[in-house]
């Protein structure tokens, strides 16, 4: 069992000036670790909200620390913009009395196949998956080819289990775009899962707007944004329609988060 009494760790997530609601689930994550008295201490830090990348160390006592990225994918945002705000050249470095540990972002581990798996289950109980198409929704983007690459190998582990009657990757901005899902969708019952960290902008607004089962923006920060998930099932061209909310809300991150920091402590 992991136990790190003389050590920090520092959870990152993207944070928002916009969305209260888009730092929620690192603080969440961060509060299950503590309980468990794991850490000797554990922060939260963020590129767009306080407390910031810069100012986080100064808050560390620890000489020794781990930071997890709570990123869903491996790209600009972890291997630029935080090794960059941290000061960081490499998986270890030593930042004045701080030897920091750079761990791999929470979205590349194996146990993203079993939460979405779990999400997709639990917003559409009792519907039988072998009738179901799954869609695994990403962002996308043309600006970063790493954007993607996440939501596709978790269609490909599900789709190799056999267990949905088909499960597809799409996206917002980039083909195949999950507006076409009724079109891209072959089984009656379509269950959607946002491959985000935390719920906001995309999931309570861009999502439901393009999926059709909402025909303007409820606005995020408030509460007509959660009451999207409240709508399930929604019966629309033809089909039953589940939407979950984003799989980065799962409490079974903090376990993703612990299984980072021992993944890197086994190859060092």
């Known amino acids: 069992m992991l136990s790190k009494p003389d050590s920090a760790l520092i959870i990152v997530g993207h944070g928002s000036t916009l969305n209260p609601d888009s730092s929620a689930p690192t603080f969440d994550h961060a509060e299950s670790i503590i309980q468990r008295g794991i850490f000797g201490e554990v922060h939260c830090a963020f590129w767009k909200e306080e407390p910031s990348l810069r100012q986080v160390l100064d808050c560390v006592e620890s000489e020794d620390v781990y930071v997890v990225p709570n990123f869903i994918s491996e790209g600009y945002f972890t291997r630029t913009v935080i090794p960059r705000e941290l000061g960081l050249d490499g998986p270890v470095t030593r930042i004045g009395r701080h030897t920091v540990k750079y761990c791999e972002p ?50 490909e582990r599900i789709a190799a289990m056999g267990r949905y009657g088909e499960v597809l990757s799409a996206y917002m901005e980039e083909p195949p775009l999950i507006a076409d899902w009724a079109t891209l969708a072959s089984q009656l019952n379509v269950v959607v899962v946002p491959f985000f960290i935390a719920d906001g902008l995309h999931s309570y607004e861009d999502i439901p707007v393009l999926l059709g089962i909402a025909s303007e923006s409820p606005g995020a920060a408030s509460a007509g944004g959660a009451s999207v998930f409240a709508g399930n099932p929604y019966s629309l061209r033809g089909r039953t329609l589940f939407y979950a909310s984003s799989i980065g809300t799962e409490h079974g991150f903090a376990e993703v988060i612990l299984d980072q920091v021992a993944a890197f402590d086994s190859v060092k």
């Open 106 to 155: 929470v979205g590349s581990h194996e146990k993203m196949t079993e939460l979405l798996l779990a999400r997709a289950a639990a917003i559409a109980p009792g519907v039988p998956p072998e009738k179901t198409t799954l869609f695994i929704v990403g962002h996308g983007t043309n600006l970063n080819d790493n954007s993607a690459l996440a939501a596709k190998r978790e269609v």
